[in-house]
């Protein structure tokens, strides 16, 4: 049933296509879309609760499952701890997929297995490929039945200025491995480094939720996760009197937000551009934005707005993905600091992700102790460690392909003085080959 749902999903996503090169209206086929997209959501849930209740049913009965399932933290963070598993791995095949012929059973797979996140999501593979032109390696582990019991989504990014390396999922926070076994992640890895090999890749990066052994990591950046009530009410008394103080202040303000999706981009580009060029820090385009939110996963991609006086001042891209809300982008001008804009902000999102039933809110990465730690941290929000794995061609330092480089102060100085208009330009000609 969800396989011939998904047949008409691309059926319906290449008329959109196609209609919009010929510059029809797309109403109708988004409202089918929509449609689809929440009779295959419901039925894919159905299917992770029956495997849940079964993994539980067979270790009420004393029987074991190679995967243990910790609720006490996000079904992200809850991780996948694998044993060897009962597969000889001279019977696993792993095999780069190149077309769609497998693109729903490998969904299937990221939705039941704990550990995965939205971006190990087929869909991905389309949008990265659509929105930015990079050549995609999809990995995907067979047993001897031809069943998936493992997936390696990775991306090359290749440039002049930048160098040549494979990522495990570049542009977001999470991506890497997933697999039954810790023998088959091996063996995905693996197939992974001697593609990098062949390619002559200078290092591959694998951005993960749990530490794995045999290879350099990173361990700088933690994702600040918020533990969500059921009632607004309760978080509003457990964020404490200096955050209640700073919304009541931008309350004075007469601030307003809006949640929705293409009709807002405009107004989300506006104000992300403008705070993205005062960073330092080139832009993606407006059409990456477009292509998310008018994708087959449309329904978990959220734009929020806030305006004074009719006039866009903060802005955020949103993520959900079982349960979590995730906020991987979001701005505010500057000059409305100090009517605590991006607070009011904040408290919104935070109401809405409680009212849609999320358990947990995201508030994104940072570096321990960074300004951005301590404002996710004053709402209450706690670390989870990430673990960036590396593999190098040639040995040396791990690489350092951010603002902190001492080697970008100059670029990003330059940039912060350029108008708005020409970073938009320039911006995501450059982004797009930083990961």
Request: hydrophobic share 40%; net charge neutral; charged share 25%.
């Amino acid at each position: 049933m969800v396989e011939s749902l998904i047949d008409k999903k691309k059926g319906i996503s290449r008329k959109i296509g196609n209609a919009k090169r010929a510059g029809e209206s797309i109403e109708e086929l988004l409202v089918q879309m929509k449609q689809v997209t929440q009779q295959i959501k419901t039925l894919e849930q159905d299917r992770v609760v029956d495997t849940i209740k079964e993994k539980e049913a067979c270790q009420s009965d004393g029987v074991s499952s190679d995967i243990v399932v910790d609720r006490s933290s996000p079904q992200l963070f809850a991780g996948q701890k694998g044993g060897q598993g009962d597969i000889p791995l001279s019977d696993i095949v792993i095999n780069e997929l190149e077309g769609d012929s497998l693109s729903s059973l490998w969904n299937a797979y990221v939705e039941k297995t704990p550990g995965s996140s939205l971006y190990h999501r087929w869909e991905f593979r389309e949008q990265i490929k659509l929105s930015f032109g990079h050549e995609t390696i999809y990995l995907a582990a067979l047993n001897e039945a031809g069943e998936i019991c493992g997936v390696l989504p990775a991306v090359l990014l290749s440039s002049r200025l930048f160098g040549r390396f494979i990522i495990s999922m570049p542009f977001f926070n999470y991506g890497s491995v997933l697999a039954d076994s810790q023998g088959i992640e091996g063996k995905l890895i693996d197939a992974l480094i001697g593609l990098a090999k062949s390619k002559m890749a200078e290092h591959v990066e694998l951005r993960s939720v749990c530490s794995r052994e045999g290879m350099l990591l990173k361990t700088n950046k933690v994702a600040m996760i918020l533990p969500l009530p059921t009632d607004s009410n309760v978080l509003w008394q457990d964020i404490g009197a200096k955050v209640r103080s700073q919304i009541k202040k931008a309350n004075r303000f007469d601030l307003r937000m809006e949640f929705g999706k293409s009709e807002l981009l405009d107004d989300f580009y506006q104000v992300f551009a403008t705070n993205m060029r005062d960073l330092g820090t080139p832009v993606y385009s407006r059409t990456f934005f477009q292509n998310l939110i008018t994708c087959e996963l449309q329904e978990q991609f959220h734009i929020g707005v806030v305006y004074k006086d009719g006039s866009p001042v903060s802005c955020c891209f949103l993520m959900g993905h079982k349960d979590m809300l995730e906020i991987p982008w979001a701005s505010t001008l500057s000059s409305f600091n100090h009517m605590n804009a991006n607070m009011f902000m904040y408290w919104e999102i935070l109401k809405k992700a409680i009212s849609e039933k999320y358990d947990f809110f995201d508030f994104g990465r940072s570096s321990k102790d960074a300004g951005t730690f301590r404002f996710k941290k004053q709402w209450g929000a706690k670390p989870e460690q990430l673990y960036w794995h590396y593999w190098l061609s040639e040995g040396g330092a791990l690489p350092e392909l951010n603002p902190n480089n001492p080697k970008y102060r100059l670029i990003i100085s330059v940039w912060q003085r350029m108008p708005v208009w020409l970073t938009k330009l320039i911006g995501p000609r450059l982004v797009k080959f930083l990961p």
